[in-house]
Each structure stands twice: as C-alpha cells, then as structure tokens.
T-cell receptor, first 116, second 111 residues
Framework: GAGVSQSPRYKVAKRGQDVALRCDPI?????LFWYQQALGQGPEFLTY????????KSGLPSDRFFAERPEGSVSTLKIQRTQQEDSAVYLC??????????????FGPGTRLTVL | KQEVTQIPAALSVPEGENLVLNCSFT??????LQWFRQDPGKGLTSLLL?????REQTSGRLNASLDKSSGRSTLYIAASQPGDSATYLC??????????FGTGTSLTVIP
C-alpha cells in the first residue's frame, strides 16, 4: 500500500472489554513497531516484530497487552480487560529493514482508544 | 534507558523567522536519529533521518544536525510559514531497534 494504515481510527471501550487494533504496514516492510502515545507525551515503544517474529516486547505495560503478526505482514495489538489508563493513541510504524540505511520508520495515523 | 529531552516545549514565532528546535539524549550509542512532525489528531510524518555516521541532513527549508559526542541534535527551520505549525518530535533509535521519543516542541507560526 501507499502507507501504513491502522483500523479502527477511533475506539471507545467500556472498562473490562477486550479490544483489537489492526496495523497494515507498507508492503514489503520487514520490521513493524507498536507505540503508545498518551496525551501530551511522546510515543513510547511497546513491541517490535521482524517478519513474524516478535523480537522485543519489553515495552508492553502488562500481560493484558498482546501483539501478533502471524504471517509477517498485518499485525494486531490486543488489549484484554481494558482499564482507563489504557486510554491513549496507539501508533504503528514499519520500516523496510532493521539495518541501515533502510531503518527509517514510517508511521500510521494511529488508533485513539478511549476507555470509559 | 535512553532519555530524550526537547527544548523548548512550546514556541511561537512570526511568519518568516528562522528557528531552531533542540533535542538532547543521554546515551550517545544511538543508531540513528529521526525528526518527525505531528499534526493534531494525526500520526507522525518523518522529516529527516540522520544515521549515526552522518552529521546532518537537509530537506528544503529544514536542516537537522547530529552531534553524538555532546548528545544533541537540532532542527533548523528557515523562513517559517504558518503551515509549519505542528508538534515536532525527535527520536533516537538504539541498536535494539527501540525508538526513544522526546515529548516534542509545539510550534505555532503566526501569520
């Protein structure tokens, strides 16, 4: 595709609900990243995939957060039993490779999650 | 953990002024440094990417420099325009492919 796309763009969930956020990276991009951006803050790293392998999940805030990329393209970030503190914009980014000079990251528009 | 600081947090300038945004980081072992623009309610748009072996990059009215030894990067915007109004974020990429972002500088260019 022309760029990274994310869906839904907006999600409102009641506390305790499970949500699934989707990311379609740029076609052919090997690396995929998820970030969480709270209001007024910079994005914070959540997790990183290289193809289908999740190489780093150190930024996931709790075991309620789970990400997958089973076929090495589309990725889903799942949040179970949502809490109010999960309210944020979730950004997805992809890059052609993890190695220079192809590691420039391109971001999607984000999914704004509001937990009531 | 890499800490990234951006100064100032907010900046308001009249149209036509040249301006400098600052970014400092604590760990000089960065892989690359990238400057982004974020418009309200939107995702991040990549502006400039500086690999660790480079000192600066230029694109149109934008120039970004990187000084790893002092842990600093600057984004220079020449002849600012109202359309430049946005939040500007810098991010350093470590060898573990983790990006560490600053909290951004909110720029307003007044017509």
């Amino acid at each position: 595709g022309a760029g990274v796309s994310q869906s839904p763009r907006y999600k409102v969930a009641k506390r305790g609900q499970d949500v699934a956020l989707r990311c379609d990276p740029i076609s052919g991009h090997v690396s995929l990243f998820w970030y969480q951006q709270a209001l007024g803050q910079g994005p914070e790293f959540l997790t990183y995939f290289q193809n289908e392998a999740q190489l780093d999940k150190s930024g996931l805030p709790s075991d309620r957060f789970f990400a997958e990329r089973p076929e090495g393209s589309v990725s889903t970030l799942k949040i179970q039993r949502t809490q109010q503190e999960d309210s944020a914009v979730y950004l997805c980014a992809s890059s052609l490779s993890s190695g220079r000079p192809y590691n420039e990251q391109f971001f999607g528009p984000g999914t704004r999650l509001t937990v009531l | 953990k890499q800490e990234v600081t951006q100064i100032p947090a907010a900046l308001s300038v009249p149209e036509g002024e040249n301006l400098v945004l600052n970014c400092s980081f604590t760990d000089s072992a960065i892989y690359n440094l990238q400057w982004f623009r974020q418009d309200p309610g939107k995702g991040l748009t990549s502006l400039l990417l500086i690999q660790s072996s480079q000192r600066e990059q230029t694109s149109g009215r934008l120039n970004a420099s990187l000084d790893k030894s002092s842990g600093r990067s600057t984004l220079y915007i020449a002849a600012s325009q109202p359309g430049d109004s946005a939040t500007y974020l810098c991010a350093g990429l470590n060898t573990g492919n983790q990006f560490y972002f600053g909290t951004g500088t909110s720029l307003t260019v007044i017509p």
